[in-house]
């Protein structure tokens, strides 16, 4: 069956498809030892594809790996850094690092710490990071000062950023230290860049610390297991995937 380039890329964990996208315009791609075009279509069990000169064959599919991570603070959420900062594909076992296609599903910022996605599938990290799908996603965050509820509350309904309002919010007081500050539950339907952060600041209420606690019904500590320490990584359970996958139509 002939499918697009991107997506025969995604599926075989070389990128996820907008990176493909790019390699592809990047004139990094050939079939059948021509250059390919974005749009064009292959089948890789007849046609020659080549990623910077290497084949892609059927057999060198990878089997499809999907892990929770524990993010630090200070390690980037990427696969690679230009700047040498330790990234979280860094974290994992060489056997996990190599030729495996492993990348995070979206991004939680440097200073940010808690549960993020890594994967292999390129087809499913397209589809969990498109605007059209709203996996809910679960944050602890303190926050300077006390918002009283009128701000709560304009949080909660939508607050206009870069020209945008977001999405509505769920947000609740868990508990606060007297005379500093307060811890948040927020649950975000949508992924804007630092949008919490952003939204806590413009509101007059700046983040002091960021967690996030669960992507939908993927939660970080699950109840009575053991913690997901800080660095570590498990795999997902069928029924998290299975989640992850009705969520986005697979």
Known sequence: MDERLQKIMASWGIASRRQAEQMILAQRVRVNGNIAHLGQKANPSYDYIEVDGKPIKPSHRPVPIYLLLNKPTGVVSTCADPSGRRTVIDLLPRQLRMGKGVHPVGRLDVNSTGALLLTNDGELTNRLTHPRHHVPKTYEVWVEGHPPESVLEAWRVGVMLSGRKT???????????????TLLEIVLF??????????????????????????GSIQ????????????????????ELEFLQTQVNL
């Open 167 to 181: 999405l509505p919010a769920q947000v609740r007081r868990l508990k606060h230290r007297i005379g500093s500050q």
């Open 190 to 215: 949508e992924g804007r860049n630092r949008q919490i952060r952003k939204v806590a600041e413009q509101l007059g209420y700046p983040v002091v610390k960021l967690h996030r606690s669960a992507i």
């Open 220 to 239: 970080l500590n699950r109840p009575g297991e053991p913690e997901l320490a800080s660095g570590r990584y498990r795999p997902l359970t069928p029924s």
